[in-house]
């Protein structure tokens, strides 16, 4: 299984951004997925998971924000970023079953 992040890049606050993560091989629709989250100097944290069944969860900073969803027909992962803030500038990962990951996708805001 590979996951491939794109959709990354650099916005003006207050600025939006589509994160994509495509799957390449199977991934059991069981499987939660997950954005993460990692900044400069700081650990990586979760920022949002959907599970199986539809629901989802957020961190507190991203809540209102950001919107997870998830596509099994195609295999595909997202991650909606609205009102981007500076603090929002990291490198942002995609997880599947906890066990996948993928490379990672720069955004930055300024």
């Known amino acids: 299984v590979q996951l491939v992040e794109s959709g990354g890049g650099s916005v003006q606050a207050g600025g939006s951004l589509r994160l994509s993560c495509a799957a390449s091989?199977?991934?059991?629709?069981?499987?939660?997925r997950q954005w993460y989250r990692q900044a400069p100097g700081k650990e990586r944290e979760l920022v949002s998971t959907i599970r199986s069944d539809g629901t989802t969860s957020y961190a507190d900073s991203v809540k209102g924000r950001f919107t997870i969803s998830r596509d099994n027909v195609k295999n595909t992962l997202y991650l909606q970023m609205n009102s981007l803030k500076t603090e929002d500038t990291a490198v942002y990962y995609c997880?599947?079953?906890?066990?996948?990951w993928g490379q990672g996708t720069q955004v930055t805001v300024s």
């Open positions: 997880a599947a079953c906890l066990t996948y």
């Open positions: 091989g199977y991934i059991s629709s069981r499987c939660a």
